[in-house]
DNA sequence: ACTGTTTTTATGACTAGGTACTAATTATTA
DNA sequence: TAATAATTAGTACCTAGTCATAAAAACAGT
C-alpha cells in the first residue's frame, strides 16, 4: 500500500462535480494542478461524468444566463406560462433552483413565489399595461426545491381600472400560497366599465 | 462596371455593432457571410472597434451573468443594507436598473419592490430562519427607473413564532409601498398545520 | 491614364483548449 | 503472479481565433 495521497477515483471525481459547481471556468490544466493528477484523468473524468468542454461551459453559462436573467428578473411572467385566456384564466408553472432557495433550509424565498403569482396576475387580465396596487397574500406551507409550483390566477371582479385577482399556488395538488390582487390598468384611453 | 452592392466600411462598421448587441454570439465566419466580406475583413472591423474575439464574448456574458443573477434574486437581501438593529430597525436601498422595469413605461415592476420588502423583513426579525407567512401590500405610486428606493423595516409585535413586520418604502421622502408582514421563525420546530 | 491612398483579401505561422485515439505504465485485486 | 483497472503519455486533428506581412482591388485627385 502505497502511503501516497492519492484518493480513489470516485472521490476525486464527486469532488470534481463539487468544483465544477463552485467554479465552472476551470481548464483542465488547472484541475489537474488542484487534484495532483494529469489533465489525461481530469479528461477521461469530465468524459466519464458528461462534463463539458470549458469552451461550451462558458457558452453554456453565457447562454443560459442569458436567458436566466431575463426569465427570472426580466422577464413578462415568472415561471412558465402553459395556459391562458384573457380575461378569465392563467396557469403557469415555476420549478425553483438552488438559487431561489435558503441554502440552510432549501426552503423557496417567499418573493420567488410572489413573484409567480404577481405576474401571472398582471398577464391573465386583459390590460394593456397594469400595475400591482395591493395584494394580500399568504403562504400556507414551505416550498422546498424540488417542487414544482403550479399558480392559478382567475380575475374575479373589475371595477373601472381595477382589477380583482386570485391566485393560487400548489404543489401536488396541495395549496401552498394564496393571493388576493388589486391591479390598476393604466391604458386610460380604453374605456371599458361593464358588469360587476 | 461594378453594379455593386458593397457599403461604405464606416456603415458595415455602424451594422456590424448592432448586430453584436442583437446577437453577440457569432463568430467571424457568419458574420463575413452576413456582411458579404471576407473574414479578414471582418477582423479588421472588430479590431478597429475593440470588439473582442466570441471566446472572449462569451467568457464575459458568462461572468457577468453569473454575478448578476446571484446578486439579484440568489441574495439573501434585495438591495442594500444600510442600517440594522436586529429586532427594532432595518434600511435598505435599492437602485432599480433596465431589467427591473417595464419597457414600455419604465416603471419598476412591482415584485422587485414586493422583495426588497420582504428581504428586508426578515433580516430585521431576530431569528435564525424565518419564512412569510402573510402579506398585507400596497402600492402607493409607481416608481420609475431611476428613483431610488428606501425602505424601512419596523417589527412592531411578536407573538410566539409569529413576528409582525411593518416595512415602508419612499422614493425622495414619498412613501410609494407599504406592507405589513407576519413572518414565522423556524428556530423552533414549525408546526405547519394551519387550519384554513 | 497615372499616381497615391485606402480598403479589402490572402497567406502563413502560431495559440489555447480542447477531442479522439492508441499505447504504455503503474496500481490494485483476484 | 496474472488479470484488471486506473493513470499517464503522446500523436494527429479541430475551432476560432491572433499577429504580421504582402498583394490585390477600389476610389480619388490631378
Redesign the pocket.
Given at each position: 500500500?502505497?502511503g501516497?495521497n492519492?484518493i480513489s477515483?470516485k472521490d476525486?471525481q464527486e469532488k470534481l462535480k463539487d468544483v465544477m459547481k463552485e467554479d465552472p471556468f476551470k481548464?483542465?490544466?488547472e484541475l489537474a494542478k488542484d487534484f495532483g493528477?494529469?489533465i489525461?484523468?481530469i479528461?477521461?473524468d469530465?468524459m466519464e461524468l458528461g462534463i463539458?468542454?470549458?469552451?461550451e461551459r462558458f457558452r453554456n453559462a453565457a447562454e443560459g444566463n442569458y436567458d436566466k436573467v431575463r426569465s427570472m428578473v426580466g422577464a413578462e411572467i415568472v415561471g412558465e406560462l402553459i395556459d391562458l385566456t384573457l380575461g378569465e384564466q392563467g396557469i403557469s408553472i415555476l420549478e425553483p433552483n438552488e438559487e431561489m432557495v435558503f441554502k440552510k433550509t432549501n426552503i423557496v424565498r417567499g418573493h420567488h413565489i410572489f413573484s409567480q403569482a404577481e405576474s401571472l396576475a398582471m398577464a391573465v387580465i386583459d390590460a394593456d399595461v397594469a400595475l400591482t396596487g395591493v395584494a394580500n397574500i399568504k403562504y400556507l406551507r414551505p416550498v422546498y426545491l424540488g417542487d414544482k409550483l403550479v399558480a392559478k390566477a382567475e380575475p374575479v371582479r373589475v371595477r373601472g381600472n381595477k382589477h380583482f385577482v386570485h391566485v393560487k399556488i400548489s404543489v401536488k395538488q396541495r395549496q401552498v400560497f394564496r393571493g388576493k390582487f388589486i391591479l390598476v390598468s393604466l391604458s386610460m384611453d380604453m374605456d371599458d366599465e361593464d358588469s360587476e
Open positions: 500500500m502505497a501516497n492519492r477515483k476525486r481548464n483542465d490544466e493528477v494529469s489525461q484523468t479528461r477521461l469530465r463539458p468542454e470549458l469552451r
